[in-house]
């Protein structure tokens, strides 16, 4: 698809790989929605890229459509959605203090699986009602999984589950919305610099850095957004999720 001009809703956008992706859009001439639960991060990044943001808590039905509703109302219905609002929770299923509490569980299901298929389903029905473009393509999704969807490490359980069902979900949908011409792809990155990972000290990031084959160091944030872009304007990729990870396997731990 071509970027220019095109409405973009970019879903945790504010922030790390996210806010990257939103940037390189509205370089690209996309008209850019921020949607984040931070929104003063998201006001921020808008300012600077001249786009335009809207709180949502993606784990909400009426948050997301009032959301969706605003970006539509100021540039239009998107033809573009990055899913890429996320948390990291941690945890044993069954730990020092016994076993994972449910909710604990949960509430990564909820942000990141729930969230994108929320905004996903939102969304799509949007697309489905514009005119096509070249090649009969009505609008394209790019969610954002994660390597530990593949190989979840110890303590990953909800992380790695709900991350498992991004990737389940690609295929599906892209079949589903085949013959409206959206399509649906994945990135599954390995291990990003990023606010996420910020928060772990310093010699655990360069220790991690070490693990991967190569380039030997953590993926830049405007390294996914520029493959979240070759996936907007490669129509011929779909139904597909692409590891972004420098050929990074974890560890059990
Ligand atoms: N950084 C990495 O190494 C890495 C690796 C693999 C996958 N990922 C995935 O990439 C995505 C982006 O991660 P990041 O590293 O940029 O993290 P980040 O913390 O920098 O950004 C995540 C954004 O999501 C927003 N968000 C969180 N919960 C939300 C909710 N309920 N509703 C709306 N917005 C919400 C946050 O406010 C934040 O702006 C996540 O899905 C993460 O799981 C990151």
């Known amino acids: 698809m071509q970027i220019q001009n095109v409405p973009a809703l970019v879903v945790g956008g504010?922030?790390?790989?996210?806010?990257?992706?939103?940037?390189?859009?509205?370089?690209?001439?996309?008209?850019?929605?921020?949607?984040?639960?931070?929104?003063?991060?998201?006001?921020?990044?808008?300012?600077?890229?001249?786009?335009?943001?809207?709180?949502?808590?993606?784990?909400?039905?009426?948050?997301a459509?009032?959301?969706?509703?605003?970006?539509?109302?100021?540039?239009?219905?998107a033809r573009i959605l990055i899913n890429t609002a996320?948390?990291?929770?941690?945890?044993?299923?069954?730990?020092?203090?016994?076993?994972?509490?449910l909710d604990d569980f949960r509430k990564g299901i909820e942000v990141n699986l729930i969230g994108s298929f929320n905004t996903l389903r939102l969304a799509a029905?949007?697309?489905?009602?514009?005119?096509?473009?070249?090649?009969?393509?009505?609008?394209?999704?790019?969610?954002?999984?994660?390597?530990?969807?593949?190989?979840?490490?110890?303590?990953?359980?909800?992380?790695?589950?709900s991350k498992g069902g991004v990737i389940a979900l690609t295929i599906q949908a892209a079949r589903e919305f085949a013959s409206v011409g959206i399509r649906v792809c994945t990135i599954a990155p390995g291990l990003f610099e990023t606010p996420m990972m910020e928060g772990l000290p310093e010699n655990v990031r360069a220790?991690?850095?070490?693990?991967?084959?190569?380039?030997?160091?953590?993926?830049?944030?405007?390294?996914?957004?520029?493959?979240?872009?070759?996936?907007?304007?490669?129509v011929y990729l779909n139904g597909e999720t692409i590891r972004l990870d420098a050929a990074l396997r974890m560890a059990a731990k």
Request: neutral net charge; proline residues 4%.
């Open 14 to 63: 504010a922030s790390g790989l996210g806010a990257a992706t939103a940037r390189r859009l509205a370089a690209a001439g996309a008209k850019v929605s921020v949607l984040d639960f931070n929104i003063e991060a998201a006001q921020a990044l808008a300012h600077e890229i001249g786009g335009f943001a809207v709180r949502c808590n993606v784990t909400s039905a009426e948050s």
């Open 125 to 161: 029905a949007d697309m489905m009602a514009l005119e096509p473009l070249a090649d009969g393509e009505r609008g394209v999704v790019v969610n954002t999984a994660s390597i530990a969807g593949y190989e979840g490490q110890i303590g990953q359980a909800s992380y790695a589950a």
């Open 207 to 234: 220790s991690l850095a070490t693990t991967v084959p190569f380039p030997r160091r953590l993926g830049r944030a405007d390294e996914f957004a520029k493959q979240a872009l070759n996936i907007v304007e490669s």
């Open 65 to 77: 459509e009032d959301a969706i509703r605003a970006a539509r109302d100021r540039h239009g219905a």
């Open 86 to 101: 996320g948390i990291a929770p941690a945890g044993k299923i069954v730990g020092r203090n016994g076993p994972l509490p």
